[in-house]
């Protein structure tokens, strides 16, 4: 990745974060057209400040969007934002912490043909791709896809000199269990619950949209 401040500030609602939800909206947004159904409901696993979803939401007006967080205290940002975009397609944020499953939505839930996650496991330990495969697997359509987009590791190598600077700040300066996980331990993790990697697709930046779907 370039152009990494010097001091990253993590928190869903810090300006480092926006700046990042700007400059990679739009790569991502392209992959999702191609992705999703005409029409159906979307799940975003921590949605932070709600600005990826409030601005893919327009560009699906046939998509019910279901932003949702472990951190309650975004939810009055997701909101706001929601209401600033008039967003009648992006629903309440709900409560999913992804390190504690009695917050994970239960096999009856209501069902996703889309679940997807953005910039989230260079920020959190690798354990979060257990919870991500098994909200996968209770809640996804039988056609549905799950999409992680971010910065990854490749069978244990960094794609570019760049992405090993950006791992190693991260977790020097946040926790070592950060950093950027590798594609082969979050395949591992879904494969036990029967989600499969089918497609790694390459965005700029370094970074890739890896899309998963039921074995």
Do not use: C
């Amino acid at each position: 990745m370039t152009g990494v401040q010097s001091v990253i500030d993590l928190y869903p609602l810090s300006s480092y974060v926006d700046w990042a939800a700007k400059r990679n909206r739009d790569p991502i947004l392209d992959v999702f057209k191609q992705l999703f159904p005409p029409s159906g409901d979307a799940l975003e696993l921590a949605s932070g400040s709600g600005a990826h979803i409030n601005y893919f939401a327009p560009h699906f007006p046939h998509i019910r969007f279901q932003p949702s967080d472990y951190d309650k205290g975004v939810f009055a940002a997701i909101r706001q934002m929601q209401a600033e975009n008039a967003n009648a397609n992006v629903w309440d944020p709900v409560h999913i912490d992804l390190a504690k499953p009695e917050t994970w939505p239960g096999a009856k839930a209501h069902r996703y043909d889309v679940i997807f996650a953005i910039n989230l496991f260079q920020v959190a330990p690798i354990a979060i791709a257990e919870g991500v495969a098994e909200i996968a697997a209770r809640v996804l359509t039988e056609t549905g896809f799950l999409a992680i987009y971010g910065p990854f590791k490749v069978d244990g190598k960094y794609t570019a000199p760049s992405d090993e600077a950006f791992d190693q700040e991260l977790r020097a300066a946040n926790a070592p269990e950060w950093g950027l996980k590798d594609v082969r331990d979050i395949e591992k993790a879904a494969n036990k619950h029967g989600i499969v990697l089918t497609r790694r697709l390459a965005l700029p930046a370094n970074n890739f949209v890896l899309v998963f779907g039921r074995s």
